[in-house]
């Protein structure tokens, strides 16, 4: 006979089974299985599972109740956006050779503005016009969906692609390790750049991250915003000069102190999810991170008195409100479905679910997206009551940062590589060099060699580094790659004799 005891143990354990079983059960009840379903869109996205999941039981049913038909969403997952952009390019590639119209895709959701504005500018046009615009053009108003905000732009033009939900870049940072160190909240990016965060700062690689790559762009927009207000002419110099110098000024200004902040790294992490886990259990203090990472781990180690041991912000005056779109691609095997997908994105029912508690009306089934709608109508009193994080309205608490694509974007790629180059190919050698300088007290001598970046200057970075990225020619950019890396790695230790030497 079973004892008492046993049978306890069994209850439980079968209770937590169920607990842990009951998401997919519900879940399995509401998607409809390849084999069984009308009809089939395919989407390519870098969105995560969560976001994945609830999507597909909204639009099923949003599509049954409209149509009476059931839609299975096949998500192609490769990555991040970089992996995404290979997949997307090879696919075209393959396309042409064989002389189809289409990638076997119907849609691309998620990810960075670069990387739809990058796949629009092809020709052939690899994108279709969104219809949306001429069915609902009351959404378009600024007053819904403005074309532009913070200097970033929310739909193109010639109308190949739409923002769906915003994204803001900032520091995750545990509250308590913070506090440990005897810093004080850190407010702006040049606070991770201190020495008493030497080996406590969690960064993510820029070349494999679209996100920490963007984070990466809006601190050097940051400080050759602040060289622009305060750089003075010179006698006889005119004012597209000063602007010329300052701009070269802040570009150095923020490579520099992107060097002081990866030296203070733990790590450099392919994947940007790891950042905000690492953070939140202690194993580092602070890192760069998007907004929504952010929130989401904020939500999960929340206390009953409302404080939470990790806290994210938007660096002071450091950070625009982007947007990650959706497109529909060029002889898409679904495109009247694909073209109702973007459409209920955009609509209330698809906006709410960005940001809703789970469990209300219209919001996600098993766990709150941590996500903020594009549609400014979207935060009124009625929506926030529903919302899991009513306060962050970017709209009311915009940071006064204004992003200037003509300063930066040109040179996207170009700069993660030199992030690559400069920090994370020869990261032992900066982390040695930074440790000799704060030992040392930074000597001017020393200092100046380990933020010598001359040789990735503006000039430079805007035009023989761009040109040879975009040229295609693999082993050529691999070898202006470890020529770079060999500058910056005879840097660091030419720093390391100096500081010895005080």
């Not at 992490?269 to 998007?290: E, F, R």
């Not at 939500?299 to 009953?304: I, L, P, S, T």
């Not at 060029?330 to 955009?346: D, I, K, M, S, Y």
């Not at 941590?370 to 009193?381: C, F, H, K, S």
Request: positive net charge; contains cysteine.
């Amino acid at each position: 006979m079973i004892s008492r005891h046993v049978r306890k143990q069994c209850g439980v354990i079968g209770a937590l089974i169920i607990v842990a079983l009951a998401p997919l059960l519900f879940q399995a009840k509401r998607i409809v299985s390849p084999g069984q379903a009308d009809l089939r869109l395919t989407v390519i996205s870098p969105h995560n599972e969560s976001i994945r999941r609830e999507f597909s039981t909204a639009f099923y049913h949003y599509y049954r109740e409209k149509s009476g038909k059931s839609v299975y969403i096949d998500w192609l997952n490769p990555g991040g956006t970089s992996e995404i952009r290979r997949v997307i390019d090879d696919k075209f590639s393959n396309a042409q050779k064989h002389g189809k119209k289409g990638i076997g895709i119907d849609v691309f959701f998620g990810g960075g503005e670069y990387d739809f504005s990058r796949q629009a500018s092809f020709e052939p046009k690899r994108f279709v016009p969104l219809e949306v615009f001429e069915q609902k053009p009351e959404w378009f108003e600024d007053s819904v969906i403005a074309q532009s905000f913070s200097g970033e732009v929310y739909y193109e033009k010639e109308r190949h692609w739409v923002g769906t939900c915003l994204s803001q870049f900032g520091i995750c940072y545990n509250t308590d390790l913070v506090k440990r160190l005897g810093n004080d909240d850190p407010k702006e990016w040049s606070d991770l750049a201190h020495p008493s965060y030497f080996g406590k700062i969690a960064l993510a690689d820029p070349q494999k991250s679209g996100s920490i790559a963007k984070a990466f762009e809006m601190l050097i927009q940051q400080t050759i915003q602040e060289r622009l207000a305060s750089t003075v002419a010179k006698t006889a110099e005119t004012e597209q000069q000063r602007r010329a110098r300052a701009i070269r000024h802040g570009w150095a200004d923020g490579l520099n102190l992107i060097q002081r902040i990866s030296a203070n790294a733990r790590y450099f992490t392919d994947s940007a999810t790891k950042i905000p886990l690492d953070v939140a259990q202690g194993d580092a203090a602070a890192g760069m991170c998007v907004d929504f990472y952010g929130r989401a781990y904020h939500q999960k180690h929340k206390k009953e008195d409302g404080t939470s041991r990790l806290e994210w912000i938007s660096p002071k005056a450091g950070s625009s409100v982007s947007v990650d779109p959706v497109a529909i691609f060029r002889g898409a095997p679904a495109p009247e479905l694909a073209q109702e997908f973007v459409t209920f994105l955009l609509s209330e029912r698809g906006q709410i679910l960005w940001n809703a508690r789970a469990g209300v009306e219209g919001g996600p089934e098993i766990r709150s997206l941590g996500r903020l709608p594009v549609r400014r109508d979207m935060y009124t009193a009625a929506h926030l009551a529903k919302f899991a994080n009513p306060e962050a309205n970017p709209y009311e608490n915009y940071n006064e940062f204004t992003y200037h694509p003509e300063y930066t974007a040109a040179g996207f790629n170009a700069m993660r590589m030199i992030i690559r180059v400069m920090c994370i190919d020869v990261h032992d050698e900066l982390v040695e060099a930074w440790q000799a300088l704060i030992e040392a007290d930074f000597p001017e001598r020393a200092t100046h060699h380990f933020h010598d970046v001359a040789i990735v200057s503006y000039e430079r970075t805007m035009g023989e580094i761009r040109e040879q990225i975009k040229s295609g020619k693999q082993l050529e950019t691999l070898g202006m790659r470890k020529r770079l890396a060999s500058v910056f790695r005879r840097n660091y230790q030419q720093t390391i004799r100096l500081a010895a030497r005080r």
